[in-house]
């Protein structure tokens, strides 16, 4: 964007109020803020903006922390908002830095029971790429340990005071899970990426992962892989492997599609990591993605980014992007959610999510396994009916009864 052309658009704004809290949404998506995002902030500061809305929507975009970085020098900014955006960002901080210790210390303490643990998302991913933590909006840590380590690293955690935790179940699903032992407990292990584990002061949650995704997912990412590609780092001054910029934004991308892109966050994350880590070679990894069968998935994280929030692509790159037009089918139905709720996201019906879903994978056999794992029995099958072992045949045939019931009820 050329200064005439942020001129262009600062004029614009003056006649869409709506449209100004938008932009300024989009405009303090990073840690740093260029000149033309500064230019675009000013524009929309002197627009009569609804303070309440903005600040409730940065809040469920998760990007409070950034939105008042971005404008809290700023004399147009009303005193009130500030004050607000500063206790909320204040309190985010305050948590990260909790977050990011106990990551430290957890990785130390798996360490010396000669387990390797590579944190991703939460603190980690804040330090690796708004260089500060405080600047993302963290809720809990996300621990990746080898398959091989995954029970062990369990028992320990649960040995140091962690109790299980099943955050999507029912409570009856709940003490179901809990009360699992020998070999059905061990098939459930087997069966799920990760783990959740709650801490022995309730203040924050582990979640314990063998895999990235789970084996129904398109993007299909060895740990062994992850881990022998991992970087060095450093978290709460203590130094750690972190995930490579190339597999992060594969995790992001991932991350991204399974939520079906709900926050404003998710795109955000892809956006500084492609600014933090220019040496991304991005045509190659889409080609390995592509031919692993997860190129969609990684391209609309991109096109998401760089049409939202001005991401670097290569020219060529970005044209390919918006001449897709299976992209811009997907691109339309996650801007429509994103914002539909007053600046924030929407919800996304059952329906909606499978048909999303399904549209991220481009081949049939994908869109089939898509399907599929929606209807393997699930938990919530096996405490809704109670079979013996003999009978357990007809779960496969009373799963898609409750799954068409969730789909009517919602």
Not at 55 to 77: M, T
Not at 133 to 156: G, H, N
Not at 232 to 238: F, I, Q, T
Request: net charge positive; with cysteine.
């Amino acid at each position: 964007m050329t200064n005439r052309d942020a001129s262009r658009a600062d004029a614009s704004l003056a006649h869409d109020a709506g449209r100004a809290e938008r932009a300024l949404l989009l405009a303090c998506c990073r840690g740093r803020l260029r000149p033309k995002d500064q230019q675009v902030v000013a524009a929309c500061l002197a627009q009569q903006l609804n303070w309440p809305r903005l600040v409730r929507a940065s809040c469920r975009q998760r990007i409070a922390p950034l939105l008042f970085n971005a404008i809290r020098r700023e004399p147009a900014a009303p005193a009130a908002a500030l004050d607000q955006l500063k206790t909320i960002s204040q309190r985010i901080g305050w948590h990260a830095l909790f977050l990011a210790a106990q990551c430290a210390n957890l990785v130390q303490a798996l360490a010396g029971e000669k387990i390797v643990a590579v944190p991703f998302k939460g603190p980690a991913l804040a330090q690796q790429l708004y260089g500060q933590v405080s600047l993302r909006t963290t809720s809990d840590l996300d621990l990746l340990v080898r398959p091989a380590d995954f029970r062990a690293a369990r028992r320990f955690l649960i040995k140091q005071g962690f109790t299980p935790l099943f955050p999507t179940s029912t409570p009856l699903e709940s003490r179901y899970l809990a009360g699992l032992t020998g070999a059905d407990e061990e098939a459930y292990l087997q069966s799920v990426n990760e783990y959740h584990l709650l801490s022995p002061d309730q203040r924050f949650d582990i979640d314990l992962h063998q895999r990235i995704t789970a084996s129904d997912f398109p993007l299909a990412l060895e740990t062994d892989d992850l881990l022998a590609r991992a970087a060095p780092g450093k978290l709460a001054g203590v130094a750690m492997l972190t995930l490579s910029p190339e597999d992060t934004l594969l995790v992001l991308c991932a991350n991204g599609g399974k939520d079906c892109w709900n926050q404003l966050l998710r795109i955000a994350d892809i956006a500084e990591l492609l600014v933090r880590f220019p040496q991304i070679k991005l045509v190659n990894l889409l080609d390995d993605a592509q031919r692993a069968g997860f190129g969609r998935l990684v391209r609309i994280g991109l096109l998401l980014a760089a049409d939202l929030l001005d991401a670097p692509l290569p020219p060529e790159l970005l044209r390919r992007l918006r001449a897709d037009s299976g992209l811009k089918q997907i691109r339309a139905t996650v801007l429509e959610h994103l914002f539909s709720d007053a600046l924030a996201p929407g919800v996304f019906s059952r329906v909606q999510q499978l048909q999303l879903h399904v549209q991220l994978r481009e081949t049939w056999r994908e869109k089939w396994r898509c399907c599929r794992g929606n209807l393997r029995p699930s938990v919530g099958d096996f405490t809704a009916m109670p079979l013996p072992d003999s009978l357990g045949f007809l779960y496969r045939l009373l799963r898609p009864v409750r799954v068409a019931g969730k789909i009517a009820s919602s």
